[in-house]
C-alpha cells in the first residue's frame, strides 16, 4: 500500500509504501511485523528552502549481507533551491517591496 499526504499547511510531508512480513512462515506461530519505507519531511521556513527530513528504508538482500540489518534509517537537514540557469543560484533574492 502507498500512502502520500500533506499536513500542518503543508508543511508535513509523508510518503511511504507499507506491508506486513511473515517471519517463519513453515513454524506454527506466525509472527508478523509492519514493515515498509517511509520519508517524513517537515519545512522549516516560509521559503520552502529548509528542511528537516526522516526516512526508514528497507535494505536489499545485497545490504543485508554487508550490513546485517534489514532497514536503515536516518535524519538529516536540507536546503534546496530552484533556479533556470546556473547563474540564477547565486544571485540574492530580491526583497519584495510592500
Known sequence: MAVSTQLLNDRLLIDGTFGMSYENPSSQQQAS???????????LTKNRRWRLKAFNR?????????????????????????????????????????
Open 33 to 43: 511485523t509492519i514493515v515498509g519505507d517511509i520519508n517524513i519531511e517537515y519545512v
Open 58 to 98: 528497507t535494505n536489499t538482500t545485497d545490504n543485508i549481507i554487508y550490513n546485517n540489518a534489514p532497514y536503515t534509517q536516518g535524519v538529516g537537514i536540507s536546503w534546496q533551491r530552484g533556479f533556470n540557469k546556473i547563474g540564477d543560484m547565486f544571485k540574492k533574492d530580491k526583497k519584495k517591496k510592500l
